[in-house]
């Protein structure tokens, strides 16, 4: 009897360690990503943890949410995190104070956008001495404002404009509906909300042109040296999700993502949601100069430091590059065109 349990123990033992090595084979391996404002942006990375497709590739993603720029940088400062998803604003003010980040992939190149006015407001003249909804100063929601002013030729220092910092996008949505500020840039489905509630558009950003590439993966340095197969994983996983999010066969799939995270009580807003998010994602996800250029003197008028910036020393498109070389980007294009 005695030999028998000490066979069957040496058998358990045996099965629990094949167990333990086949674990640790394919188990995926865990991924904090910070990120900043709750819209159709974040998208791209919602989708690949729901959808599976960041545990394609061995990593367990998850994503942990802060209401302003400054908060995420300092939680990258910090070391305890080491990727984020934010916008190029955020990323080039850390910068100028010394961090050491890299541009990794950015898919987010599509402004869909409006410009929500209280009713009362019927031109852009009327737009002087009035207040405009934003997250923080010199995040993303700031951004896309201030490239819409730009845009307009509406100089907000000329015009008197003032920014309120209110809070996510929802909140800087109720704060209109409430009169509690004047005039707010918000994406399709938000703006539909307010239309609802009787507000209107004075402009359409998704009109105008030019290099826009606004949201996306950033890491340390020292991050993508000593771990650039975790970074280029990670960065398939999100290509992918783009992928997906544009085949008409999972819009009622990544519909359902958007109404879950953005807490949509609607299912007309999450369909605008999802309009908004196939307009604005796209493949051409390496670092585009020109259009950092842009952001970069955009932001430098609030910080100078930023104008001092070598976006060269920012961007890193080595990760895009070898996607390129290996042909798995022009695989997920023609996927995309199928």
């Given at each position: 009897?005695?030999?028998?349990?000490?066979?069957?123990?040496?058998i358990?033992?045996a099965?629990?360690f094949v167990?333990?090595c086949?674990?640790?084979?394919?188990?995926?391996e865990?991924l904090?990503?910070?990120?900043?404002?709750?819209?159709e942006s974040?998208a791209?990375?919602w989708?690949?943890i729901?959808k599976g497709?960041?545990k394609?590739?061995s990593l367990?993603?998850?994503?942990l949410?802060?209401?302003s720029g400054?908060?995420?940088?300092?939680t990258?400062?910090?070391?305890?995190?080491q990727v984020?998803?934010?916008?190029q604003s955020t990323?080039l003010?850390?910068a100028?104070?010394?961090?050491n980040?890299?541009s990794?992939?950015?898919?987010?190149n599509?402004?869909?956008?409006?410009l929500?006015?209280?009713?009362e407001i019927?031109s852009?003249?009327?737009l002087?001495?009035?207040?405009?909804g934003?997250?923080?100063?010199?995040g993303g929601?700031?951004?896309?404002?201030?490239?819409?002013?730009?845009h307009?030729r509406?100089?907000?220092?000329?015009?008197?404009?003032k920014m309120r910092?209110?809070?996510?996008?929802?909140?800087i949505?109720q704060a209109l509906?409430?009169?509690?500020v004047?005039?707010?840039?918000?994406?399709y489905?938000f703006?539909?909300?307010a239309?609802?509630?009787?507000?209107?558009?004075l402009?359409d950003?998704a009109?105008?042109k030019?290099p826009?590439?606004?949201?996306?993966?950033?890491a340390?340095k020292?991050?993508v040296a000593?771990h650039?197969e975790i970074v280029?994983?990670l960065?398939q996983?999100?290509?992918?999700?783009v992928?997906?999010?544009h085949?008409?066969?999972?819009?009622?799939?990544?519909?359902?993502?958007?109404?879950?995270?953005?807490?949509?009580?609607r299912a007309?807003d999450a369909?605008a949601?999802y309009?908004v998010l196939?307009?604005?994602?796209t493949?051409?996800v390496?670092?585009n100069l020109e259009a950092w250029?842009?952001?970069?003197r955009?932001?430098s008028?609030?910080?100078?430091?930023?104008?001092q910036v070598d976006l060269r020393?920012?961007?890193?498109?080595?990760?895009?590059r070898t996607l390129?070389?290996?042909?798995?980007l022009?695989?997920?294009r023609?996927?995309?065109t199928?």
């Open positions: 009897m005695t030999t028998i349990i000490i066979r069957s123990v040496r358990l033992a099965v629990v167990l333990g086949f674990q640790a084979v394919y188990s995926a865990p904090l990503v910070v990120n900043g404002a709750a819209n974040i791209p990375m989708v690949g729901e497709f960041f394609k590739y367990d993603v998850r994503m949410q802060f209401r400054p908060l995420l940088t300092a990258l400062a910090s070391g305890n995190v984020a998803w934010t916008a990323a003010t850390a100028a104070w010394g961090m980040l890299s990794i992939a950015s898919p987010i599509r402004i869909a956008r409006n929500m006015v209280r009713k019927k852009l003249e009327e002087r001495g009035r207040t405009f934003v997250q923080s100063i010199g929601f700031w951004l896309y404002t201030m490239i819409l002013l730009e307009l509406l100089d907000p220092e000329k015009y008197q404009l910092v209110i809070g996510d996008t929802a909140t949505t509906i409430s009169n509690n004047d005039a707010a840039v918000l994406p489905s703006s539909e909300i239309k609802r509630a009787g507000f209107h558009s402009a950003a009109e105008f030019g826009f590439q606004l949201t996306g993966l950033y340390l020292d991050f000593l650039p280029t994983r960065t996983g999100m290509i992918e999700a992928v997906y999010i085949d008409p066969r999972n819009s009622r799939e990544v519909t359902e993502v958007l109404r879950k995270n953005l807490r949509f009580s007309e369909e949601s309009k196939r307009i604005i994602a493949l051409d390496a670092p250029s842009t952001v970069q955009i932001v008028r609030l910080n100078p430091k930023v104008g020393e920012v961007l890193d498109g080595r990760i895009v390129e070389e290996s042909r798995f022009p695989e997920m023609r996927k995309l199928d």
